[in-house]
């Protein structure tokens, strides 16, 4: 038998004393759970409702909808790594996250991903995105055209997303590979990318360079 807030094996957790906080992060780690594992789409309220053991209406009554929910689980669990510590170490976490035996770390920010097919949480996903993540690395790129920065960090980002999901899938070389062979790669690149090591001009120098002759 399920003790107490335990799951019954079923991934249904029995039902919960009323307590809106406790109601409230149960909520948010059931939907987690399933966002993480089934993506967007394919998460209901009502399995979020059941998971969490409680009803349905008090989702709604906490997040309004399930793309309110979204945007909390994803503004809190997925946000954990770019807030646990200082902007020009973001990269090397992400890649340290990405790359951890245990994932949980990662797994909603491939759940973000993973929802591009839903008009509403690709918004959410790319407001997310775009404010936090590739505006970090953008602040970080060592360019005055923020134009370029923005692209930089953009790479940077869609970068780092399609290794995690090909590590998700279970890709060959990438799941096979050694970790830090892997993150010392991807530094290497990324760090290129932001500081503009290769000597390229940016579009806006080129067309200054253009406009000399």
Known sequence: MAGRGESDGRGVRPPRPRDAAATRRALL???????????????????????????????????????????EAISGEAMAVLEDGPPEELLRRTLGAIMAEDPSGTELFFAVLRSTGSSEAGKLMRA??????????????ATDDADDAALRAELVLAWLLGIGLLRTIATRPIAGADPDTISAHVLRGAQAIL??????????????????V
């Open 29 to 71: 780690e059931a939907a987690r759970e399933l966002f993480a594992s089934v993506g967007y789409d394919a998460t209901t309220v009502r399995a979020v409702a059941d998971r969490a053991g409680v009803n349905q209406a008090l989702l709604f009554r906490h997040f309004g909808n399930k793309e309110g929910l979204f945007a």
């Open 195 to 212: 500081d503009g090591r290769t000597g390229a001009p940016t579009a806006r120098q080129a067309a200054a360079s253009d406009g000399a």
């Open 128 to 141: 997310e995105l775009e404010s936090r993540w590739a505006g970090t690395f953008a602040a970080l790129a």
